[in-house]
């Protein structure tokens, strides 16, 4: 996937995945860490070190203490962590306590010796697990960052005593200047990890979540079409998680104030706020939830709009970047983004032009500028920008980055 220009041979090498979730799994972590271990297997021997399954009831194993399984000739090594559903807070605190003890149990003892641990921040403290793993093994050590906490907890108001956080982010700060090299998904983590924490701009790379083709769906489609955008003229889609990071009561008001023209918003995804949103949204017909459609149909549902939504609130640029961006770059739709102006999504939609960038913070402001945009002319030029910024953001290039970042330890 990650070597279609450069050609590399076999290393000696092994390389320790740490990360909670991993296919069947189907958090975006997930698939991004397959790619990345699919991409790692031409070139040296990868190893994941993840949880039992927890995201589908359907794929939920026994418990076991560890397993060892091959997925696409990639070494699954999974920990008996709980896997409560994610849905109930106590029970995902379970599951991520669970899998940090006993990956570090197995990572400490896993063999062959890792020369390399890379670890993501799915839970947000694997990051200490995984170098616990590369001290007492010897190890390079690889942070791989895809959510800055304690940061991103604290800014969207998730209880966390003040003393606890100044404890975290204290650790976490020791981390981030042990580790060898930090991978982060953004110029603005990468910014805001020099300018708040200290650390060494040239031991910070940017390696993008990228754009990857979708899944094959099984069906045509039809059925989830229709079902998205109802006898809507224009449909705007927010696809993914319903969390603390996004303006969404702003973007419901804003579609409150368009009145009957036409316009349909639909929310599609999961999250902690969905209920408290739905409540907000009742008897505003326009507006609709829909649960997650299956992985396959993925492609379906990003063609299903003519506009694409993303928000950020201000105060989080830097702390997180929704890999949604990619996904409605490569079905080729316009991106109506609710985001700061310093944000790379912002930056990123203005270099392409590949959509609109509206930083207000005005219900009616925006659902004028959702009109604007609605009867222009442009979005078809949009819709051609965002498929030329996809090509340029390809997973396949930015994983590449990542598989020479590895190959260069091994050359040292």
Same mark, same amino acid.
């Given at each position: 996937?990650?070597?279609? #220009? ?5 290393? #000696? ?14 958090? $975006? /972590?997930? &698939?991004?860490?397959?790619? =990345? ?12 070190l993840s949880g039992r399954p927890s995201y589908n009831p359907e794929f939920r194993h026994g418990f076991y203490f560890s397993k060892t399984e091959f997925m696409d000739h990639v070494r699954v090594d999974r920990v008996g962590s709980t896997s ?5 807070? !106590? ?5 991520? &306590? ?12 896993? #063999?062959?010796?890792?020369? &390399? &641990?890379?670890? @993501? /921040? ?17 190890? /390079? ?10 940061? !991103? ?15 975290? #982010? ?37 390696i993008r979540s990228g754009s990857v083709e979708f899944p094959s769906p099984k069906t045509d489609g039809t059925n989830i079409i229709r079902e998205i955008r109802k006898n809507y003229d224009f449909v705007a889609i927010h696809a993914g998680n319903l969390g603390y990071v996004g303006n969404f009561k702003l973007i419901i008001d804003a ?49 299903? $709009? ?9 105060? =989080? ?10 996904? $409605? ?5 316009? %991106? ?33 500028? %959702? ?6 002319? /442009?979005?078809?030029? @949009?819709?051609? $920008? ?27």
């Amino acid at each position: 996937m990650c070597e279609e #220009n450069k050609d590399y041979s076999r290393i #000696n090498m092994n390389v320790l995945l740490v990360n909670q979730y991993y296919p069947p799994d189907t958090s $975006a /972590t997930a &698939v991004i860490l397959r790619d =990345l271990a699919l991409a790692l297997g031409r070139v040296c021997s990868p190893i994941v070190l993840s949880g039992r399954p927890s995201y589908n009831p359907e794929f939920r194993h026994g418990f076991y203490f560890s397993k060892t399984e091959f997925m696409d000739h990639v070494r699954v090594d999974r920990v008996g962590s709980t896997s409560y559903d994610r849905g109930f807070l !106590l029970g995902r605190v379970l599951n991520y &306590v669970t899998y940090l003890i006993l990956t570090v149990i197995r990572g400490v003892l896993i #063999n062959p010796r890792p020369d &390399v &641990v890379i670890s @993501m /921040t799915d839970p947000p403290i694997a990051g200490f697990a995984a170098a616990i793993i590369s001290f007492f093994r010897r190890s /390079t050590f690889i942070y791989f960052i895809q959510d800055l906490h304690p940061d !991103l907890a604290y800014a969207v108001g998730f209880p966390i005593p003040k003393l606890i956080a100044r404890i975290w #982010n204290f650790f976490n700060v020791l981390l981030l200047k042990y580790c060898d090299s930090i991978i982060v998904i953004g110029e603005d983590m990468k910014d805001l990890l020099v300018s708040s924490k200290g650390i060494e701009a040239n031991k910070i790379h940017v390696i993008r979540s990228g754009s990857v083709e979708f899944p094959s769906p099984k069906t045509d489609g039809t059925n989830i079409i229709r079902e998205i955008r109802k006898n809507y003229d224009f449909v705007a889609i927010h696809a993914g998680n319903l969390g603390y990071v996004g303006n969404f009561k702003l973007i419901i008001d804003a579609f409150k104030d368009l009145g009957d023209r036409s316009i349909g918003l639909v929310f599609v995804g999961q999250g902690a706020m969905k209920t408290e949103l739905m409540d907000y949204a009742k008897n505003v017909g326009s507006i609709r939830f829909i649960d997650f459609y299956p992985y396959d149909e993925l492609s379906h549902v990003y063609s299903a $709009a003519d506009l694409h939504l993303i928000s950020i609130k201000t105060g =989080l640029e830097g702390l997180v970047l929704p890999s949604k961006l990619y996904s $409605a770059l490569k079905a080729e739709k316009p %991106i109506f983004a609710n985001v700061p102006d310093t944000s790379d999504v912002a930056k990123i939609i203005k270099e392409y032009q590949c959509g609109v960038v509206a930083s207000t913070k005005d219900a009616l402001e925006m659902s004028k500028q %959702i009109i604007a945009l609605k009867e222009s002319n /442009t979005l078809d030029k @949009m819709s051609v $920008a965002a498929s030329q910024a996809s090509e340029v953001f390809d997973r396949a290039n930015e994983i590449r980055k990542f598989t020479e970042i590895v190959v260069e330890y091994e050359k040292n």
